[in-house]
Nanobody, 123 residues
Framework: QVQLVESGGGLVQSGGSLRLSCAAS????????MAWFRQAPGKEREFVAR????????FYSNSVKGRFTISRDKAKNTMYLQMNSLKPEDTALFYCAARKYGTGIRVYEYNYWGQGTQVTVSS
C-alpha cells in the first residue's frame, strides 16, 4: 500500500523559508511523477510544482516560480519543496501526490495523496 507522509510545515514570517518533505513508502512501481499541491481555506486545491521521478524534470505554477524549488532523492524515496520568500498568500495545507503514469499537473490525475502539512505565513 502506497503511503505518502508530508512533514516540515509550520508558522513562518513573511519573507521566510520552509522546507517540506514527502516520504513515500510501499511503492511497488516507479512513479512517473510526484507533485506538490496546496489548498487554502475556502479555495480549491491547486497545483504548485511537479517533478518527474526518473529524469527530475521540474515544472512550477506561475505563483511560485523563482521562489520554490522541488527536488527528489530517489534513494530515499523522498521529495522536497524548498520554499523561499514566503508570502501570506502562500498560507495553505500542502499535499504531496504521486502518479503512476503521465506527468500532467491536474489534481484528478494523481492517484496517491498524503494527508497534508500546514504552512502558515504571517505578515
Amino acid at each position: 500500500q502506497v503511503q505518502l507522509v508530508e512533514s516540515g510545515g509550520g508558522l513562518v514570517q513573511s519573507g521566510g523559508s520552509l522546507r517540506l518533505s514527502c516520504a513515500a513508502s510501499g511503492l511497488t512501481f516507479c512513479p512517473a511523477a510526484m507533485a506538490w499541491f496546496r489548498q487554502a481555506p475556502g479555495k480549491e486545491r491547486e497545483f504548485v510544482a511537479r517533478i518527474t521521478w526518473s529524469g527530475g524534470d521540474t515544472f512550477y505554477s506561475n505563483s511560485v516560480k523563482g521562489r520554490f524549488t522541488i527536488s527528489r532523492d530517489k534513494a530515499k524515496n523522498t521529495m522536497y519543496l524548498q520554499m523561499n520568500s514566503l508570502k501570506p498568500e502562500d498560507t495553505a495545507l500542502f499535499y504531496c501526490a504521486a502518479r503512476k503514469y503521465g506527468t500532467g499537473i491536474r489534481v484528478y490525475e494523481y492517484n496517491y495523496w498524503g494527508q497534508g502539512t500546514q504552512v502558515t505565513v504571517s505578515s
